[in-house]
């Protein structure tokens, strides 16, 4: 099946700064998504994106589909982006979303 | 618009027990997907349904169940219950083939 890897595992960065997370999968996919999942265990959907460029704020995130991976990058981080950022994908007429590790973040003040 | 929703949020059963999860899909929403998260094995794909068929299913073992209703609230069941099992269980909906999934809060479940 399909693999989906994330780096870096852990990240640990001083309020104000940047950072960029990455998502590579190892097959072609039509659907990635970004969550966030908060110190409750709920995801929270930051992108739906299979490909191209998104911006929400402080975050974006850019899917390269041709070269199967995606970043996200979080600029200005605060506090509040602490805990773990998954990566998703689902494979054509699968109906399953596969996840990656995740970064976990930790952005202190 | 409501999102999705389930029940219970904590629960704790015995080895040897049964358990029946629910989730509520967004309104309007046909699919609803089941995920087990464990610190060991990460997020793990258990079944999806889809107008109360499923259509797909994970590689777990037949204790494991689920089943969806005529408007798409869908419930998941497993018998026999052991220690291992323990884990949060999320459900995502989302609309039609290759859309955005959307998950509620879990459903945090001990077996002791």
């Known amino acids: ?109 | 618009k409501a999102g999705v929703t389930q029940t219970p949020r904590y629960l704790i059963k015995t080895r040897g027990q049964q358990v029946t999860l629910s989730c509520s899909p967004i309104s309007g929403h046909r699919s609803v997907s089941w995920y087990q998260q464990t610190p060991g094995q990460g997020l793990q794909f258990l079944f999806e349904y889809f107008s109360e068929t499923q259509r797909n299913k994970g590689n777990f073992p037949g204790r494991f169940s689920g089943r969806q209703f005529s408007n798409s609230r869908s419930e998941m069941n497993v018998s026999t219950l052991e220690l291992g099992d323990s884990a949060l269980y999320l459900c995502a909906s989302s609309g039609q083939v290759n859309t955005e999934a959307f998950f509620g809060q879990g459903t945090r479940l001990t077996v002791v």
């Open chain 1, 1 to 109: 099946g399909i693999q989906v890897e994330q780096s870096p595992p852990d990240l640990i960065l001083q309020e104000g700064a940047n950072s960029t997370l990455r998502c590579n999968f190892s097959d072609s996919v039509n659907n990635l998504q970004w969550f966030h999942q908060n110190p409750w265990g709920q995801l929270i959907n930051l992108f739906y994106i299979p490909s191209g460029t998104k911006q929400n704020g402080r975050l974006s995130a850019t899917t390269v589909a041709t070269e199967r991976y995606s970043l996200l990058y979080i600029s200005s981080s605060q506090t509040t982006d602490s805990g773990v950022y998954f990566c998703a994908v689902e494979v054509a007429g699968f109906q399953k979303l596969v996840f990656g590790t995740g970064t976990r973040l930790l952005v202190s003040p």
